[in-house]
Every structure is written in structure tokens, then in C-alpha cells.
């Protein structure tokens, strides 16, 4: 199996919307308190599914730190 | 294929809320739910459930999107701060001149029969009678209308230049409940020192 080398970040200007937790096929993602949304790092498996559809374009695929 | 659930379904709602309007003027007052449900949501469950999960109006954007959208990146501006709480403010204004149309015509001006796009263009509309109604009753309904209206054109226009729902991004509801959210988190942090979570995202 490949090793998941990237994930997705979401920023702060995130307007908690939800759109990325609906098409989330993995449900790594939730919307902390109506706030911002919260990725999961062990669920995600950055398939970019979230960014495609924020209205606000603030979620990024990037790639994991790899830990030495 | 995800498994479809009966709030998939509330975009029917929002699209009977505007065809019912345009044939008696009074169904608009069902527009008070739209606007108090997320509220109260996000008063006392401390979410925005709604906005996540129920706003028919965001799944409309979506569905039509799918077909009609660009699905191009919105500019920056609009999901700045200025601009999300400029639109708010505004949006406020108008909603507060609304009220006083209203409290006007309570007061014994003549009613104004017009729904306003925009809040300037006056909608070529025949609009059935509504004596069966206080006049002031009547009065607001034309202005939730317009709101709802003008609302939904916005969002129709950012759906078509932008991503299916990038409403979502200025939406007024959205803006205030993620504030009442923020406010409600800040102060559970100080009592509990924990995270914002609420029962309510689980």
C-alpha cells in the first residue's frame, strides 16, 4: 500500500459552510463548534475533494511532514 | 454513493417558498423560520448545523450548480472579514428600514405593494389580493419577500461567476452565526478550558 503523503489544510478564513464535511469520502472532516473545520490527519487522505468544492477556496492539499 | 437523508431534500422547500410567494404574497412570512432556525441553532446547540446541514437554500445553489456553475476560485475580498461583516451591517440596515416600512403602514400609512429586487428595482408583478390581511401584516410580508428575493438573485449570480455556493462565503445567516459561534466558544473556554466543540458537531 502506498504511504499517504498528503493531507488538507483548511484556513483561517474558513466560513465553517460545511461543504467539505459533505464530500469528504473518509469523514475526516468536521465543523468544530459553527467555527472552522477540522481535518482529521489520520482520516484524511488528501484526495483534494474538499478543496474543489469550498466556496471560499481556503482549503490546500499539502504535502505531510515526514516525521525522521 | 452516500446515502441520501430526508434533509437532502429541503432544497424543495426553499424552491415552494418562491413559487408561493409570487402567488400570495403572505407565504413569505415563512421566511421568519430561514432566519430565526439558525439563529436559535446556533444560540443554544452552539453550531452551525444549519448552514451544514439543513440550509435548503445552499442546496439549491449546489444542484443547479452542478450544471450551471464555473466553478472558479471567488476573489479574495469577498471572504474577508470587511466584506462578510460590510454585508451584514448592510444587510441589517435594509432589514431595519424593512421594519419601520412596516411599522409605518401599522401606523395608518397606505400599504406599498411591491417587492423590491436589489432594493431598488420594483419586480413587474401582479400581486393577488391580500385584504385578508392586516395591512401591516401584508406590509412586512412584501418585505421579507424582497429580501428573500434579492437574496436568492445574489446567490444565483455568485453561483453561475464563482463555486455552487459561494452564497455561503457573504451569506448574512452564515456571518452571524459563526459570530454568535466564535462568542458562545470564547466564552466556554474561559469556564471549561477546552476546545470549540459542542455536542452538536458530533
Same mark, same amino acid.
Given at each position: 500500500?502506498?504511504?499517504?503523503?498528503?493531507?488538507?489544510?483548511?484556513?483561517?478564513?474558513?466560513?465553517?459552510?460545511?461543504?467539505?464535511?459533505?464530500?469528504?469520502?473518509?469523514?475526516?472532516?468536521?465543523?468544530?463548534?459553527?467555527?472552522?473545520?477540522?481535518?482529521?490527519?489520520?482520516?484524511?487522505?488528501?484526495?483534494?475533494?474538499?478543496?474543489?468544492?469550498?466556496?471560499?477556496?481556503?482549503?490546500?492539499?499539502?504535502?505531510?511532514?515526514?516525521?525522521? | 454513493?452516500?446515502?441520501?437523508?430526508?434533509?437532502?431534500?429541503?432544497?424543495?422547500?426553499?424552491?415552494?417558498?418562491?413559487?408561493?410567494?409570487?402567488?400570495?404574497?403572505?407565504?413569505?412570512?415563512?421566511?421568519?423560520?430561514?432566519?430565526?432556525?439558525?439563529?436559535?441553532?446556533?444560540?443554544?446547540?452552539?453550531?452551525?448545523?444549519?448552514?451544514?446541514?439543513?440550509?435548503?437554500?445552499?442546496?439549491?445553489?449546489?444542484?443547479?450548480?452542478?450544471?450551471?456553475?464555473?466553478?472558479?476560485?471567488?476573489?479574495? /475580498?469577498?471572504?474577508?472579514?470587511?466584506?462578510?461583516?460590510? /454585508?451584514?451591517?448592510?444587510?441589517? $440596515?435594509? /432589514?431595519?428600514?424593512?421594519?419601520?416600512? #412596516?411599522?409605518? $403602514?401599522?401606523?395608518?400609512?397606505?400599504?406599498?405593494?411591491?417587492?423590491?429586487?436589489?432594493?431598488?428595482?420594483?419586480?413587474?408583478?401582479?400581486?393577488?389580493?391580500?385584504?385578508?390581511?392586516?395591512?401591516?401584516?401584508?406590509?412586512?410580508?412584501?418585505?421579507?419577500?424582497?429580501?428573500?428575493?434579492?437574496? #436568492?438573485?445574489?446567490?444565483? $449570480?455568485?453561483?453561475?461567476?464563482?463555486?455552487?455556493?459561494?452564497?455561503?462565503?457573504?451569506?448574512?445567516?452564515?456571518?452571524?452565526?459563526?459570530?454568535?459561534?466564535?462568542?458562545?466558544?470564547?466564552?466556554?473556554?474561559?469556564?471549561?478550558?477546552?476546545?470549540?466543540?459542542?455536542?452538536?458537531?458530533?
Amino acid at each position: 500500500m502506498r504511504p499517504n503523503l498528503k493531507l488538507a489544510r483548511i484556513g483561517r478564513e474558513c466560513v465553517a459552510c460545511g461543504c467539505c464535511a459533505s464530500v469528504c469520502p473518509r469523514q475526516a472532516i468536521r465543523i468544530a463548534g459553527g467555527v472552522i473545520a477540522r481535518v482529521d490527519p489520520a482520516l484524511c487522505v488528501g484526495c483534494g475533494k474538499c478543496a474543489a468544492v469550498c466556496p471560499a477556496a481556503v482549503i490546500t492539499i499539502e504535502a505531510r511532514e515526514v516525521q525522521a | 454513493m452516500k446515502q441520501k437523508h430526508w434533509y437532502d431534500y429541503l432544497w424543495i422547500g426553499e424552491l415552494a417558498y418562491l413559487v408561493l410567494g409570487l402567488f400570495n404574497i403572505l407565504f413569505a412570512w415563512l421566511g421568519m423560520l430561514f432566519f430565526t432556525i439558525p439563529l436559535l441553532v446556533a444560540l443554544f446547540g452552539g453550531s452551525k448545523a444549519y448552514c451544514n446541514r439543513y440550509c435548503g437554500r445552499g442546496q439549491l445553489l449546489n444542484l443547479l450548480g452542478k450544471k450551471l456553475s464555473r466553478n472558479q476560485p471567488p476573489p479574495r /475580498f469577498l471572504r474577508s472579514r470587511w466584506f462578510r461583516y460590510g /454585508f451584514l451591517t448592510f444587510f441589517m $440596515v435594509m /432589514f431595519g428600514r424593512m421594519l419601520y416600512q #412596516t411599522y409605518q $403602514v401599522f401606523a395608518g400609512m397606505p400599504l406599498r405593494q411591491a417587492v423590491t429586487l436589489l432594493w431598488v428595482f420594483r419586480l413587474p408583478w401582479q400581486w393577488p389580493d391580500v385584504s385578508m390581511a392586516s395591512p401591516w401584516a401584508a406590509q412586512y410580508a412584501y418585505g421579507v419577500f424582497s429580501i428573500m428575493l434579492t437574496s #436568492t438573485l445574489l446567490g444565483f $449570480v455568485t453561483m453561475l461567476l464563482f463555486r455552487p455556493r459561494s452564497w455561503c462565503v457573504y451569506c448574512p445567516m452564515g456571518t452571524m452565526t459563526q459570530g454568535i459561534c466564535q462568542l458562545k466558544h470564547r466564552k466556554e473556554d474561559l469556564v471549561h478550558g477546552d476546545g470549540a466543540e459542542s455536542p452538536a458537531d458530533r
